[in-house]
């Protein structure tokens, strides 16, 4: 049985800013650096990972490439781990009013000309099924997004609730697998 440490990226600067995602190349903070290298020793105490895997995206690519450093690992790029698409809310505060915008259906919002929730998780969730496939019964660090992180619990779990509304940045989801099926799932407290 091998092990996924599913890693949201550090503190990127649209985080910090509490907009959401307005472009592939936002970086992260000092504090998301930090972040990063935090949990790089955290997992690197606890974990063997023979992989590590990233969204394209800047923030996330920075902080794989942080982990990679500490873990002495090659960094991979997986296209299907970039963040949820926000169409026209990219750039715009967190709190901006999202008309007919269900809280209890969250997952089945779509921003105008963007991505619901349930369609992240079908394209995630390929990815992460690839990744687990070719992992056998290693560790992998996968660096990914919120939204992302979201989807694969759903992808993993069968639900949406997860501990919490997003997992923090430079947070850690360790998912048991063992060829191509997902065991446990749960948040760690990390760093």
Same mark, same amino acid.
């Given at each position: 049985?091998?092990?996924l ?5 550090g ?29 790089a ?7 063997e990972?023979g ?10 690519r ?5 982990i990679?450093e ?12 970039r ?7 990219a750039?715009?505060?967190y ?6 915008f ?8 779509r921003?105008? $000309?963007?991505e619901t929730? *349930?369609?992240? +998780?079908? /394209?995630?969730?390929? #990815? ?13 660090v ?11 619990w ?14 923090r940045?430079? $947070?850690i989801l360790?998912? *048991?697998?063992? +060829?191509? /099926?997902?065991?446990? #799932?749960?948040?760690?407290e990390?760093?």
């Amino acid at each position: 049985m091998g092990r996924l440490l599913l890693i949201r990226h550090g503190e990127s600067e649209g985080n910090r800013d509490r907009v959401f995602t307005r472009s592939p190349e936002v970086p992260l903070t000092p504090t998301g650096r930090q972040q990063a290298r935090e949990t790089a020793q955290f997992v690197r105490e606890r974990y063997e990972p023979g992989l590590l895997v990233s969204s394209p995206f800047t923030r996330a690519r920075q902080t794989a490439e942080i982990i990679g450093e500490v873990l002495g690992l090659d960094l991979s790029i997986e296209e299907d781990l970039r963040e949820r698409s926000y169409g026209e809310y990219a750039g715009l505060p967190y709190d901006t009013a999202r008309p007919q915008f269900d809280p209890g259906a969250y997952w089945d919002w779509r921003p105008p $000309g963007g991505e619901t929730l *349930e369609e992240v +998780a079908v /394209r995630v969730g390929r #990815a992460l099924d690839r990744i687990s496939a070719g992992a056998h019964h290693r560790d992998v660090v996968v660096v990914s997004h919120g939204a992302v992180m979201m989807a694969l619990w759903r992808h993993v779990t069968g639900e949406w609730a997860m501990p919490g509304r997003v997992v923090r940045n430079a $947070g850690i989801l360790l998912v *048991e697998h063992d +060829a191509g /099926r997902y065991r446990e #799932a749960v948040l760690l407290e990390g760093p």
